[in-house]
Structures are given as C-alpha cells and as structure tokens.
C-alpha cells in the first residue's frame, strides 16, 4: 500500500486558516481514492473530506462543507486540505487516507491506508 504523511497541523483561533498536506509514497498515487479523518478527544475517527483517484469528484462531510477545500497534485504525489473558518469543534488529530478506486470513503469504504495524524488546535 501507499505510505502517507501529514504535516501543517498546529493552534489557530477561530474564524483562522489553516491547510493541511499528505505526501504519498510508495505507490502509484493515482490510483487511490484520497481524504481526510479525524478525531477529536474522546469521539471516533470520522469523514471529513474525499477526492476520488481521477481527481473528478469531491465529497465533504456537512460539517465542513463550504469551509474545507480538499485537492491533490499528481506531479507532486500531494494531498492538500484547505480549512477556512475553522471552529473550536474542528479540534481533532486529522488523518491522511487512501484507498481502492471501489472503497468509497465517504461511504465507509475499507481504507487501504492511514497517515500518522497532525493536530489541530482551536481556540475560541
């Protein structure tokens, strides 16, 4: 499988910005469904954003949607999440993930791979 790794994390305040990156390697990045999870302390991992292997299609969580942007750059082999308007309640440890072009993950699809997680912090 795809090895991923998160960076960008850190503390804002809310209303603040932040974009948040994965870096694949090991396999062809093309081929895989990418997105975003988190967690936050004490809740389960959940969906946050997709973006499917050939770049067309894009799916967001309600909870962000119009907030979060999620793109990738296949020269570059990049996942990339944009986070506008962040929330206290968007404190989480966010995972980078991959999967089959069949595992649909933000329909619950099997995720081939995970990243080691970045941390973000909002204040209020």
């Known amino acids: 499988q795809v090895q991923l790794v998160e960076s960008g994390g850190g503390l804002v305040q809310a209303g603040d910005s932040l974009g948040l990156s994965c870096v694949a390697s090991g396999r062809t990045f093309r081929n895989y469904n990418m997105g975003w999870f988190r967690q936050a302390p004490g809740k389960e991992r959940e969906f946050v954003a997709a973006v499917s292997w050939s770049g067309g299609r894009t799916f967001y969580a309600d909870s962000v949607k119009g907030r979060f942007t999620i793109s990738r750059d296949y020269a570059k082999n990049m996942l990339y999440q944009q986070m506008n308007s962040l929330k206290p309640e968007d404190t989480a440890v966010y995972y980078c993930?991959?999967?089959?072009?069949?595992?649909?993950?933000?329909?619950?699809?099997?995720?081939?791979?995970w990243g080691q997680g970045t941390h973000v912090t909002v204040s209020s």
């Open positions: 993930a991959a999967s089959d072009p069949g595992e649909l993950l933000h329909r619950g699809g099997a995720i081939g791979s």
